[in-house]
């Protein structure tokens, strides 16, 4: 007799905690509640900004441009092993309007004791990095990099980006064999005033995109 009052008890009790429970997801808002409890800092605006447009100077075409080095590192994982690697980046970005920025940038790939430098391009929309390139190992192997990821300012040191490669692999274009990357690290940007290598960059970014 008590077993069934408890059960009874207990079911009377769950409409009550579903109640709580599915009332609260519907009705806050995680980021609002950080902010409630002093998680977020003061002053701090929750807004999206143009991050590369707020380190970057106007030329006198309205063009802005900017450069930028640095890198991550991280693991490759071959043959379900992590093994080290590093990818270190230079180039530049120049803004199309409306948030997007078309990049060209030179990388050094790093995995273990085998290394490639190659050309990659993309773009970068909304704190949003996609790059993509060809290059050929120092062994003689053709392979194909493509890395997408997120950037962000990092608060209080202006021009120093952080950047994740959220999807990042590697892939021999003889044989398809795939390598993923798990990759962060940090790149700094700075204006480009030259119109000279803005015309320049622009030309060679539009021959492929």
Do not use: C
Request: aromatic fraction near 6%; avoid cysteine.
């Amino acid at each position: 007799m008590k077993q069934n009052t408890k059960k009874h008890s207990l079911l009377l009790a769950l409409p009550v905690l579903a109640a709580l429970v599915f009332g609260t997801i519907g009705t806050s808002n995680a980021f609002a509640e950080d902010a409630s409890f002093g998680i977020v800092p003061d002053l701090v605006s929750l807004e999206k900004t143009d991050a590369f447009l707020d380190v970057s100077s106007e030329s006198p075409v309205d063009k802005a441009v900017v450069q930028f080095r640095g890198g991550t590192d991280g693991w490759a994982i071959i043959g379900g092993q992590a093994y080290d690697s590093k990818i270190g980046i230079t180039g530049k970005a120049v803004h199309q309007g409306d948030g997007v920025w078309k990049i060209k940038s030179k990388a050094d790939i790093a995995v273990e004791n085998r290394h490639a430098t190659l050309e990659l391009k993309g773009k970068a929309v909304d704190g949003k990095l996609r790059l993509h390139g060809t290059g050929t190992l120092d062994g003689g192997e053709p392979f194909r990099i493509i890395l997408r990821g997120n950037y962000a300012p990092i608060y209080d040191q202006p021009g120093d980006f952080v950047l994740d490669w959220s999807m990042a692999k590697i892939q021999n274009m003889e044989n398809g064999f795939r390598i993923p990357l798990a990759q962060n690290g940090v790149i700094h940007v700075e204006p480009v005033m030259s119109i000279e290598e803005l015309d320049s960059l622009e030309s060679e970014i539009s021959i492929e995109e």
